[in-house]
């Protein structure tokens, strides 16, 4: 009898101990044979990360983790491909980093920002479903004409469908097209923001004395196809919305406006540029039952999934 229970104590702290650490060390192994990706951090120092560890902390920043599977490994891909793409262009120029972690290449958390963003006891659940997304799609981009595609993508397309790239940007891509924004919810994100006359001079960095403003003062000169702004006069001067975005802080470029003599008034729909995957939409398409690959087909037509050379 003491045998037996000896055996049983034996096996429980095998699988107490040992499985658990025999998984991690076979992960820590496969990583070691990932492709490596410098992050330049907050700090200005230069990491050197394994290709998919740096994707769940770029996964976390950029999409909630309590979307569905689907639309988390639709994300992963999209990074996966912006990740190696900036790998491509950084071996022909000298460059000491590939990306950073802000919205200039992608966002990205480390573990312990997770752990402040989620809680400690959200973390171990939402941490392990942002991996399982990764490691899903491990090595898997997106690809046309033998090239990696710049994976766009925005938080929400609001009301309106997804924006070609050449009229948000200057030059166009074949995959980056109008399709609908597949959101459930249109009305998702709506912001109102107001700048008084003085206000509204300084944030357009105008050195004339503020004045009473009139109908003129904001006007919407061409819009894309769409139907969201293009290009605005304001206060006389010529923008791409893009740029005002920029020096406004608005949310995105489908926008509504009230001028009165005090005030500017400006309500916008949606979050992001609007070109490419829209998170929302991936979600609410998951939500449908449409795997990965269907989402990025709708997002990203004539594009294909591959995997990575150093995963064959």
């Known amino acids: 009898m003491k045998k037996e229970w000896a055996w049983l104590i034996g096996l429980s702290l095998c699988i107490i101990f040992v499985i658990p650490w025999s998984v991690i060390r076979w992960q820590k192994d496969e990583i070691t044979n990932d492709v490596l990706i410098r992050v330049l951090m907050s700090n200005g120092e230069v990491v050197t990360l394994p290709l998919e560890e740096y994707l769940v902390g770029v996964v976390a920043a950029e999409m909630p983790a309590e979307f569905e599977i689907e639309a988390l490994k639709a994300q992963a891909i999209a ?91 200057s030059s166009a891509r074949e995959y980056l097209q109008n399709v609908s924004s597949g959101e459930e919810n249109p009305q998702r994100y709506v912001k109102t923001m107001t700048w008084t006359s003085q ?35 304001v206060l006389g001067k010529v923008y791409q919305t893009t740029q005002l975005r920029t020096l406004l802080g608005l949310a995105s470029t489908d926008l509504e406006w009230v001028i009165q003599p005090d005030r500017l008034t400006i309500t916008t729909y949606g979050n992001g540029h609007a070109v490419g995957m829209s ?34």
Do not use: C
């Not at 990203?300 to 150093?310: E, I, R, S």
């Open 199 to 233: 206000e509204l001079f300084k944030k357009l960095a105008i050195k004339d004395s503020p004045r009473a403003l009139t109908s003129g003062d904001f006007q919407v000169i061409n819009r894309t196809a769409v139907g969201r702004a293009k290009r605005v006069r």
């Open 79 to 169: 990074a996966r491909t912006y990740a190696a793409k900036r790998l491509s262009q950084s071996k022909s120029i000298d460059v000491k980093y590939d990306v950073d972690t802000t919205v200039l290449t992608q966002a990205w958390l480390s573990d312990s920002e997770m752990k402040n963003k989620w809680g400690w006891l959200n973390y171990w659940r939402y941490h392990s479903k942002l991996q399982k997304g990764v490691s899903a799609t491990r090595g898997m981009v997106l690809v046309s004409k033998g090239d990696y595609i710049d994976a766009l993508y925005h938080s929400s397309s609001g009301r309106k469908p997804t924006e070609r790239a050449e009229e948000v940007w």
């Open 279 to 312: 998170q929302w939409g991936a979600n609410d398409l998951a939500k449908k039952d449409q795997n990965v690959e269907g989402i990025l087909a709708h997002y990203y037509p004539g594009t294909k999934l591959m995997k990575l050379g150093y995963m064959e």
